[in-house]
Each structure stands twice: as structure tokens, then as C-alpha cells.
């Protein structure tokens, strides 16, 4: 059974920063792709970033791109996402994903498990 668990979400002012990660059991975390996800009230989710196995490759939407940056440590099976220059349009839940591959790793429906999500509130 694959555990996946995000933690660092919280209130912040716009220009703020703030780290989520996210734990992962279950599984050999160093075989997978990575990637983290938003969903806004009323909003489909959206793909925010991905990392691939090794964390050589990563890729972002441009709504973040310059912004945030995604990463990993394999030796703690923890998925990082280093969130600077918030802005209140990035307020949304946070949810991290693993999938087999690094292919398609923009498509929410390509992945395979998924965390419960962490809040992240910018506010202005």
C-alpha cells in the first residue's frame, strides 16, 4: 500500500515563502516520477511540477515557473516543493502524486497515488 503525506502548507503573506514535502511509503520511492498538484475552490486541479526518478529532470507550469522549485531526497523517500514569491492566486490545496514514468507527467490522470492534499493560503 502506497502512503503518500504532505505537511508544510499554512498562511502566508504575498512575497512569502514556504516548503512542502511530502512522505512516501509503501513503495521504492527512487523508482518513480514525482509531481505536485493544486486544486482552488471551485477549480479543476492543475498540474504544478514534476521530478523524475532521479531528480536530474524537472518540469513546471509557467504559472510557476521561476518561482517555486521541486526536489527530492530518495535517502528520506521526501518529495520537496520550495514555494518563494507567493501570490494570492497560488492559494489553493497541494497534493502530491507518484507514477511510474516521467512521461505525460503534466496529466493528472497519469498518476497513480496520491496524497490528502495540504492547505497553502496566500494572502494579499
Known amino acids: 500500500q502506497v502512503q503518500l503525506v504532505e505537511s508544510g502548507g499554512g498562511l502566508v503573506q504575498a512575497g512569502g515563502s514556504l516548503r512542502l514535502s511530502c512522505a512516501a511509503s509503501g513503495r521504492t520511492f527512487s523508482n518513480y516520477a514525482m509531481g505536485w498538484f493544486r486544486q482552488a475552490p471551485g477549480k479543476d486541479r492543475e498540474f504544478v511540477a514534476a521530478?523524475?526518478?532521479?531528480?536530474?529532470?524537472?518540469f513546471y507550469a509557467d504559472s510557476v515557473k521561476g518561482r517555486f522549485t521541486i526536489s527530492r531526497d530518495n535517502a528520506k523517500n521526501t518529495l520537496y516543493l520550495q514555494m518563494n514569491s507567493l501570490k494570492p492566486e497560488d492559494t489553493a490545496v497541494y497534493y502530491c502524486a507518484t507514477k511510474a514514468s516521467y512521461s505525460n507527467i503534466y496529466r493528472t490522470r497519469d498518476y497513480d497515488y496520491w496524497g490528502q492534499g495540504t492547505q497553502v493560503t496566500v494572502s494579499s
Open positions: 521530478i523524475n526518478w532521479s531528480g536530474g529532470n524537472t
